[in-house]
């Protein structure tokens, strides 16, 4: 059975840094691309950053270019997204997602802006970001 757990949200101030985790289970990190997609009240999903299977290639949205680095650790089958820099505009629910399989080193790997290539969801993690 194929799990997605996020954790690592929370309140922080603005400028500050918080670290999300995205523990899987149920299949193998490395065949599997991952998103970090966040969510606020009346908005649509926006895709934050991905890393690709395989190679571990990595995206990110224009809004976290520079201030968010996503990363994976094989062996503990788990997705990070470190955030610095944090401000109120980053306030939202943070999901992870597995995208859909594809071909080894697709280039339709990580897709930000289309979330219905993923085919399994986290429950969310809240990250607060107060002025």
């Known amino acids: 059975q194929v799990q997605l757990v996020e954790s690592g949200g929370g309140l922080v101030h603005s400028g500050g840094s918080l670290r999300l985790s995205c523990l899987a289970s149920?299949?193998?990190?490395?065949?599997?691309?991952r998103s970090w997609f966040r969510q606020t009240p009346g908005k649509g999903r926006e895709g934050v950053s991905c890393?690709?299977?395989?190679?571990?290639?990595?995206r990110y949205g224009d809004s976290v270019k520079g201030r968010f680095t996503i990363s994976r650790d094989l062996a503990k089958n788990t997705v990070y997204m470190q955030m610095n820099s944090l401000n109120p505009e980053d306030t939202a629910v943070y999901f992870c997602a597995r995208q859909r399989p594809l071909p080894m080193l697709s280039p339709r790997r990580c897709p930000l802006t289309a979330d219905n290539e993923y085919d399994y969801w986290g429950q969310g993690t809240q990250v607060t970001v107060s002025s």
């Open positions: 149920g299949f193998t990190l490395d065949d599997f691309s």
């Open positions: 890393i690709g299977s395989s190679d571990g290639i990595t």
